[in-house]
């Protein structure tokens, strides 16, 4: 008899996937500089210059990634168009009650709230840490979710919260930014410098391994980290949907949400925000032909509700 899928189970595979895809990030970028110099120079040349570029790379994406931790939440709720509400503001009362009673259930600290005026159904959370986190919600799917529903969908953030994903989130867009500027220098230093090798050897072996560390760099920027993004963008989904199960102890409300959600889940003021994506219970960018799963920041919302639906508490 097959063992029978509890949250916890879920959870736990989850996490551990997106541990190794995390992983896999300087692994592969370190590969690619390797095998890309390595088609040109000796083997001794092709891992001293991988040492030579990897090394800085990495330490620049860890200070860009420190200098951009205090502001990105902010940058974040004012793409939105947010605006923060309080206990004290009758109109909001309630709402704000039922994100601080979930918090009390997720054992988090009540987040500071916000609502999206978007007549769309979204939500997503932000912050560095559970104590500074902020969860946004559009008008929309306050007024046309009943109550058990949008308390599925607060666990939910309140679970992207628990579980530091926006901290993962803001790290990996931030690392990448990196690369991409490391490989705009590269691909002008061709350009502009190329033509004064043309009548020495040195310079122009030269000129080839930079390069091949540029294709290098395209190539992890074009093609693998949009493909890890995503993957880990999808396991943090499913995490947080069997996490935010746990919390309000009813997977069926979440699914119910989703359903509703996957109807009209875009936020037109966020079309242009392409990283908001990702932190959003769905996607809120106008549904896009010929995209694939793999490049989706979300999994098929049938498999959410299906992973909701056969989850217990055993």
Not at 112 to 126: G, L, W
Not at 156 to 161: M, N
């Amino acid at each position: 008899m097959a063992k029978i899928q509890t949250i916890y189970d879920h959870i736990r595979s989850n996490n551990i996937k997106t541990a190794l895809l995390v992983m896999l990030f300087p692994l592969i970028f370190i590969g690619l500089i390797f095998l890309f110099t390595w088609a040109v120079t000796p083997l001794s040349d092709a891992i001293n210059t991988t040492i030579s570029v990897a090394i800085p790379t990495i330490i620049a994406c860890m200070i860009w990634m420190l200098i951009s931790w205090a502001f990105g939440d902010s940058m974040m709720l004012s793409a939105a168009g947010a605006h923060e509400i309080t206990a004290d503001n009758r109109e909001y009362r309630e709402i704000f009650r039922r994100v601080e009673n979930v918090a009390l259930a997720a054992g988090l600290p009540t987040p500071r709230v916000y609502i999206i005026e978007d007549d769309s159904m979204n939500a997503f959370a932000t912050g560095r840490t559970p104590r500074d986190a902020s969860v946004a919600l559009t008008r929309g799917i306050i007024n046309r979710l009943d109550n058990l529903e949008l308390d599925g969908v607060i666990a939910h953030e309140l679970a992207h919260i628990g579980n530091r994903d926006i901290r993962l989130d803001m790290l990996l867009i931030t690392g990448v930014g990196v690369t991409v500027f490391i490989a705009d220098i590269l691909l002008r230093s061709i350009i502009y410098g190329n033509h004064t090798s043309s009548d020495d050897d040195n310079r122009g072996n030269g000129a080839l391994v930079i390069l091949m560390v540029w294709l290098a760099f395209a190539v992890f920027n074009v093609i693998i980290t949009p493909i890890l993004r995503m993957a880990i963008s999808r396991n943090r989904e499913y995490a947080a949907d069997a996490t935010g199960a746990q919390i309000t102890r009813n997977p069926d409300a979440l699914a119910s949400a989703l359903r509703k959600i996957s109807t009209d889940s875009r936020v037109e003021c966020l079309d242009k925000v392409k990283s908001m994506s990702a932190i959003c219970i769905a996607s809120p960018m106008a549904p896009r032909e010929f995209v694939g799963e793999l490049f989706a920041t979300h999994p098929p919302v049938a498999k959410r509700i299906a992973r909701l639906e056969s989850m217990n508490f055993k």
